[in-house]
């Protein structure tokens, strides 16, 4: 099997989730800046087989869109440059964000520890990557 790896973009950070081997579960796994992304996600695929890129959006269900849309398809579109033989999925990410602050309170994370940089955006990749995994079925593809 192969995993999964999944991305919540912003414009300083982008927030990094991976799957188990066996695509099950989501896990945050970092940050990087954009500048960093491409050698990030080259280690992580040379690293563990990887079965496909999940990338979260704004508005993707209510067909909406927000002032990152266009920075999130141009991101998209960089990732399936790069990395040709492994397809892009998009998933809703609407709610994620608020989501990774309330799970990071309800696990009982330390306020100090959820100010950290970087940890909501992990966590948020986490949801946006479980997102994906829900929206298959738990099957592998």
């Given amino acids: ?14 927030g990094i ?10 896990s945050p796994e970092g940050t990087c800046s954009p500048a960093e992304i491409r050698e990030v996600v080259q ?11 999940v ?3 704004p508005g993707l269900i209510s067909g909406t869109s927000a002032h990152s849309t266009q920075d999130i398809r141009g991101f998209a579109a960089r990732l ?16 994620t964000s608020r989501e990774a602050g309330l799970a990071m309170v309800q696990s009982g994370m330390r306020k100090s520890k959820r100010r950290e940089k970087g940890q909501l955006d992990k966590v948020a990749a986490a949801l946006i990557l479980q997102r994906f995994l829900d929206s298959r079925g738990g099957l592998p593809l």
């Fill in 55 to 57: 990338l979260g959006i």
């Fill in 17 to 26: 989730a991976v799957t188990d081997s066996g695509a099950l579960i989501a």
């Fill in 1 to 14: 099997m192969a995993r999964f790896i999944a991305f919540d973009y912003g414009s300083r950070r982008i």
């Fill in 43 to 53: 280690n992580l695929v040379s690293a563990e087989p990887c079965a496909g890129l």
């Fill in 80 to 95: 399936e440059k790069w990395f040709p033989g492994l397809p892009v999925h998009l998933v809703d990410e609407d709610y």
